[in-house]
């Protein structure tokens, strides 16, 4: 079973003349030929002129099978022009169920929770992303921004939290991935790890480039509940910098996991 997590967009598009549109097609062609079960994008432009870039991903991953899966509000798409999204792709699932993680979470745009079951075996898969909450370019350590930026970071990691913390109780196969936005030793994902979750074949690369002033990090993870880990009989993680690099796809790089069960 293949998973892979991919941030589209980033500060590294503007460096780039290529418009989502052509990045979005450079990707699926990259990957026409391994494509992955689950597939967790973030950063998916969908407000005002953008909304276009909603349907021509829509278009793209119909014509390589996937089914698509949109947070519920994306279908009355923010007017705001840089509004973004997160969406989940799902190759060969069956009985596929849209879940919501706490109706008070004001960050409803920045996760994808399904049900949804591959060879027989129930998944509850999350593909998050979770607020930035390092200095932006223009921005002071303690500005409003910044502030709110953690106020929203703070309240997103304690309902996913909690959620996680009723599916590992309940015995459920969990996969939480996408930008975490904080690499592995921060106290956030760490808390995640210490609920059941594990991170089974991490490479420890950067994931990572921003040109910005931020520095570069391991921040965009694939993390599993320990049932699955107990079943795996393989596990092989990998990270693909250069192509995106090169082409200017984003300031992320694509993180993929291969577990053989």
């Known amino acids: 079973m293949k998973l892979r997590t991919s941030n589209l967009n980033g500060f590294n598009h503007v460096l780039s003349d290529r418009e989502f549109n052509k990045r979005v097609m450079l990707t699926f062609a990259l990957y026409k030929n391994d494509m992955p079960a689950v597939w967790a994008l973030q950063e998916v432009p969908s407000g005002g002129k953008s909304q276009p870039c909603i349907k021509q991903l829509q278009s793209l991953a119909l014509q390589y099978g996937y089914e698509v899966i949109m947070p519920e509000k994306t279908w009355k798409v923010s007017e705001h022009p840089k509004s973004i999204q997160s969406v989940l792709l799902l190759k060969d699932a069956k ?11 004001e960050l409803y745009n920045r996760y994808n929770y399904v049900k949804a079951e591959f060879d027989g075996a129930e998944y509850y898969i999350l593909n998050i992303h979770a607020p930035q909450t390092e200095l932006f370019p223009g921005h002071e350590e303690n500005d409003g921004y910044v502030r709110l930026r953690k106020h929203l970071a703070k309240q997103f990691y304690a309902v996913l939290k909690e959620e996680i913390s009723k599916l590992v109780a309940d015995g459920k196969r969990i996969i939480l991935l996408g930008d975490f936005n904080k690499n592995l030793e921060q106290p956030e994902v760490k ?21 910005g002033n931020n520095a570069a990090d391991s921040v ?10 107990d079943e795996v009989g393989s596990a092989k993680c990998s ?23």
Do not use: P, R, W
């Open 95 to 105: 009985n596929v169920e849209v879940l919501k993680l706490d109706d008070s979470i």
């Open 191 to 211: 808390e995640l790890i210490i609920l059941g979750l594990c991170d089974i074949a991490s490479v420890g690369e950067n994931t990572y480039f921003c040109t």
């Open 220 to 229: 965009d993870h694939i993390l599993v509940s320990q049932n699955i880990a």
């Open 239 to 261: 990270v693909d910098t250069d192509f995106v690099k090169v082409q200017k796809l984003s300031d992320h790089a694509t993180v993929d996991l291969d577990i053989a069960i």
